[in-house]
């Protein structure tokens, strides 16, 4: 496996002045995702089941682009499994992307570099988590993949497709997921 959490694109500019000699100049634009999961409360309960589920999605992208931490101050994504989110929202799991854009100064102030670190948030309802065994179940261990990747999805900048029940980024757990699909998109997100 490869670790490609650092991804850096580099795009170049050209200036011309106004006498038509071109002047060269370059700002590099660099992504930073790197996301470190942690549970915000009860490991015990379900460590167990995040990590097997990152496991699962590092392994269909086939990148190493998940961590799991035991410590929540080294975390870049937050897993909160919350009692009621399916009686408040209607909705087992929500995922929301969290970026931070700084513009960073190099060689004495001449160069700028746009420096954008991404990170997430997801909360998973959690009489959804307990009621479904972990993955010695292959029915329900499915339907806990196909929530934890559609929450990925919306912390790696996803939207809704409500029109394809096939597509893991339909609003609901209904249909066989084109998994192939969904992690092509997340691999274009690695530059793959
Ligand atoms: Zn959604």
Redesign the pocket.
Known sequence: MINLSKLIALTSFVLTTGCGIGVSSSKSEVEIRDYVFSLAKEKDLFEQDITDLINEFNLNARLEILKYSSDRNSASALVYVKNGLFDNTG?V???QMIGANTTVKEDFGTKEDSVTSYGMYIELDRDFMLSRPGKNDAIWWYDKRKLFF??V??GLGFE?EPNDVNNL?Y?STDGDKDLNGYFSRVRALYGI
């Open positions: 909705a799991g929500r995922g559609h929450e999805g919306h809704h980024m609003p």
